[in-house]
């Protein structure tokens, strides 16, 4: 790696707009490290973002950088910028053909990390453009199986509730096997708070007329009362489930 290309890495990773605009200027090219990162994955990798890296950023797209190129963890600058939860650097890199159905190192599209880490507002963004462009698939349910412990469970349903604002996006989901994502949690974890998140999702999913044909074919009535018998009595439990079973 040369000089150049090196000084370029280290400005992308400060945000050191100056040096940047120079080296490129200069012919400087943007290449790939050891660990597979480029100035771009270096510019999107840190956590609290300052707005010069937006600058930083754009100065990388607009030289051509690749803007889907993977580093060896298996993440892209989308997935950086998804877990981070930086907004403007989310809408560059869309602006610029970022791939919103690339799974990154935890097998998360950019959706489920952003939802995940609690980015609403990168969250909305993703959704609305997921929607827009017809761009929702199994992709984008895939992630909500992921669950190893009760704790990433529970991680993954406050994640879904924020994702359920809107009904278009429900509506989409529904197509590609939201209910079973949700039964399947119910089904392998028994902590009260997952079966109560979980009956939440469900009447949600259920207040649509398609959501209730789906429903019914998945089995959500026997599923959530095979799941929740161990609180019975339990009086939010049962007033959950009562609403869940009555729609059906």
Request: hydrophobic content about 40%; some cysteine.
């Amino acid at each position: 790696m040369s000089e150049g290309e090196v000084a370029l890495r280290t400005a992308a990773k400060e945000g050191d707009n100056v040096a940047i605009t120079k080296l490129l200027g200069e012919g400087v090219k943007q290449t790939v490290d050891e660990y597979g990162d480029t100035p771009l994955l270096l510019a999107t990798s840190n956590y609290i973002t300052e707005p010069k890296f937006v600058e930083t950023v754009r100065s990388l797209l607009d030289a051509d950088a690749d803007v889907n190129t993977k580093n060896k963890d298996g993440n892209a600058a989308v997935h950086n910028a998804a877990s981070n939860g930086n907004l403007e650097i989310m809408e560059l890199l869309l602006e610029y053909g970022a791939d919103l159905e690339m799974e990154g190192e935890l097998k998360m599209v950019p959706l489920g990390l952003a939802a995940t880490k609690k980015h609403h507002a990168v969250v909305n963004l993703l959704v609305k453009r997921l929607v827009e462009e017809k761009k929702f698939s199994n992709k984008q349910v895939e992630w909500m199986n992921t669950a190893e412990t009760e704790s990433q469970q529970q991680s993954i349903y406050r994640a879904l509730t924020s994702i359920f604002h809107e009904k278009s996006v429900v509506q989409e989901l529904l197509k590609f096997g939201i209910i079973d994502a949700i039964l399947r949690g119910m089904k392998k974890f028994s902590k009260k708070s997952i079966q109560t998140s979980a009956l939440q999702l469900l009447k949600q999913v259920i207040s649509l007329e398609e959501g209730v044909v789906i429903a019914k074919k998945s089995n959500v009535k026997e599923v959530s009362i095979e799941a929740c018998k161990q609180y019975s009595g339990d009086p939010v439990v049962e007033h959950l489930l009562n609403n869940v079973v009555s729609a059906l």
